[in-house]
């Protein structure tokens, strides 16, 4: 007689192969948003592109894969799938526009790295997070998706409707959820970071976008935006 207990371990040797079957890639994305202001005015300082300073509006951060309970993949095949810009070459005025890297190659501002390297930001947006959406996305698409999904909404121009601007004074967290959400229809996640003084500021602001990469949708899950992001917060000059 085949006993409850046999049934159950020919099952358990089963669930390797039914995960290869069902593997989860990913179940949205965040696009996530940042204010060069806030990246700039931290103890790290910042550094702008050869190109110069970026134009003073939200910038792309990047395109993230993510899952329904808040853990993401991360660095998926990069072997298989090497950045290489010449991919993108058509894209890279638009991506100089709107996803400028402000990090000092090499080291910080104060030891007199000048220059950010907008190829190595997009190359650590690819491996780190592109990568993982190969399954939908390949590199000239993910790219083009981002700079479409920024294309869409231009959130300082939200934000100035409700007179909430970057003047360095301080506004509701609370406001500036419900200006985006008014003009997009979704709630966004927002998170805050902290300038030189230690003042909490208004730092990134996270969209959620379907596995197709062009339909904003209602998060499955917020960021955790922490106790530093609450009630009134900075919005910086850039
Ligand atoms: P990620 O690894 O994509 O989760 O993003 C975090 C990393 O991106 C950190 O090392 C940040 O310093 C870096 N980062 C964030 N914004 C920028 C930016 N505008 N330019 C260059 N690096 C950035």
Known sequence: MVSIKSICIKLLMLLPLSNIWVSRDFDFFYFVQQWPGS???TKKSCC???TGKPVANFSIHGLWPNFNDGSYPSSCNIAENPFNQSQIIDLVPRAEKSWASLSCAGGSKKENKTNSDNERF???EWDKHGTCSYSVLDEHAYFEAALN???QFDLLQILQNNGIKPDGNLYSIVNISEAIEQAIGFQP???CNRDA???RQLNEIYL???KSASNFIECPILPKSGKSCTGFVEFPIF
């Open 208 to 210: 959620c976008v379907d």
């Open 189 to 191: 996640g927002i998170t």
């Open 149 to 151: 999904l920024k294309d």
């Open 122 to 124: 997009w190359k650590h």
């Open 48 to 50: 702008f592109p050869l």
């Open 197 to 199: 003084l230690g003042n």
């Open 39 to 41: 990246f700039c005015d």
